[in-house]
């Protein structure tokens, strides 16, 4: 199992690989790792087919495939060989034990199985090369609920392990239901908000909250928790990735504290599908200094939003806002949905609470308004239809049925 140098890994993409081939003309092999082009990830996609692949240095022959379905529903396929898979596991379980998993631990692993999605398989394998002394309980978020529920009482698992929906949910049946306390809860997948930590943590006030770890699979190792870290906080992977948080508009890299930009990562292990200065789709920060292990926040993803007519609408804004927008009820998610008709578009947010108050609607819609003005202006010019706000169960959201991950922004206009 090998660990790349960057010159070793750029003279591999260059020789082997069509699409670094072009991309590295006139580089030479001991170019700065600031001096190569940073990827477009339309570009690598565009490149990376099942026939007549041009990202990969060599054809496949052991180790596992993997699919991601993004937003564009375009199935993305990632290639890793058998020492890859074993190495991303073995440091990304590493990283697990790093942030807290302690001995006679009882794991109720809810995360998603099936059509070549890798987060229980991974997960499965990482909590195995951890080499904790933990009991492992693989239920997967698509089992039963009432199945889920018996199980945790029975055996009296205290660490789950799941997306933050699965969690909420849990949380959500506690409340009224008998349902054995966890001490720990690890989410991954997808970030954890302000507002579901809180419901929570009004269930569980003395569990503990954290990452179980940050990775993608198109990417690979992204960062991982320890004990230091906050639930969107992880120290990078130093042994096996370079980070870098890349300036917006200079596209220079950041090494300053607290200065928010654009996340790109090259990943030293994988030559089978290299990923060099790759845009992994989350903004984050550095919270620290320059140094190996360096601690990061993520602040949510770079491009996610909803266009509404001729404005866009980001989903990470809206959440920053219903933090604060509110003082008599408990958010535990929403989504954004776009629809069309009578020839305008509209904005639907719903809301996951268990308020049905119109008058908190109104005020919640009123705020946002004022916020994000341009939604008043474009309804007044007929340009848009007028904001609309539902408060809904949390089952009532949409999920996607393979991940078990919240559905950020749903476009239900037809083309």
Not at 194 to 214: C, M, R, T
């Amino acid at each position: 199992m090998k660990v790349f140098s960057l010159t070793e890994l750029i003279e591999l993409a260059r020789n082997k690989s069509p699409f670094y081939k072009e991309l590295y003309k006139g580089i030479s092999n001991n170019t700065p790792i600031e001096d190569l082009p940073l990827i477009e990830s339309h570009d690598f996609w565009h490149h990376n087919t099942i026939e007549n692949n041009q990202i990969l240095t060599e054809e496949q022959t052991d180790g596992i495939v993997f699919k991601s379905g993004g937003t564009s529903g375009n199935p993305k396929f990632s290639f890793f060989s058998i020492d890859e898979w074993e190495l991303f596991t073995q440091a990304f379980g590493e990283g697990m034990r790093k942030g807290g998993l302690t001995k006679g631990d009882k794991i109720a692993h809810l995360f998603y199985a099936g059509d070549l999605y890798a987060s229980f398989l991974f997960i499965t394998k990482s909590i195995e090369k951890s080499l904790s002394s933990v009991v492992h309980f693989p239920l997967s978020g698509g089992a039963d609920f009432d199945h889920i529920v018996t199980t945790i009482n029975a055996f009296k698992l205290n660490v789950w392990a799941g997306v933050p929906t699965t969690m909420v949910k849990l949380a959500e049946h506690a409340e009224k239901n008998n349902l054995h306390p966890p001490k720990k809860i690890l989410f991954g997948g997808e970030s954890m908000y302000a507002d579901q930590k809180e419901f929570i943590l009004s269930v569980f006030p003395e569990v503990q909250i954290q990452s179980i770890g940050y990775a993608s699979v198109d990417g690979g190792l992204l960062g991982y928790a320890d004990r230091t870290c906050a639930p969107q906080e992880h120290r990078v992977f130093s042994d096996f990735t370079v980070m870098e948080i890349i300036d917006e508009e200079t596209l220079k890299p950041i090494n300053e504290i607290e200065k928010p930009g654009k996340l790109y990562l090259t990943n030293l292990t994988r030559s089978l599908m290299p990923i060099i200065r790759y845009p992994v789709g989350d903004r984050a920060m550095w919270l620290e200094s320059p140094t190996d292990y360096r601690k990061f926040k993520i602040l949510g993803r770079s491009e996610e939003g909803a266009r509404i007519g001729p404005a866009t609408v980001y989903y990470e804004d809206i959440s920053a806002l219903l933090s604060h927008s509110h003082s008599g009820f408990n958010v535990k998610g929403f989504q954004l949905i776009t629809k069309h008709f009578q020839n305008k578009d509209q904005l639907v947010i719903k809301v996951a609470t268990t308020s049905r108050d119109t008058a908190e609607m109104e005020h919640l819609k009123s705020r946002i308004e004022a916020e994000r003005s341009f939604l008043k202006e474009l309804a007044h010019e007929k340009q848009i239809h007028p904001l609309k706000i539902e408060f809904v169960d949390i089952t009532e959201l949409e999920t996607n049925p393979r991940t078990g991950k919240l559905k950020r922004l749903i476009d239900e206009r037809k083309t």
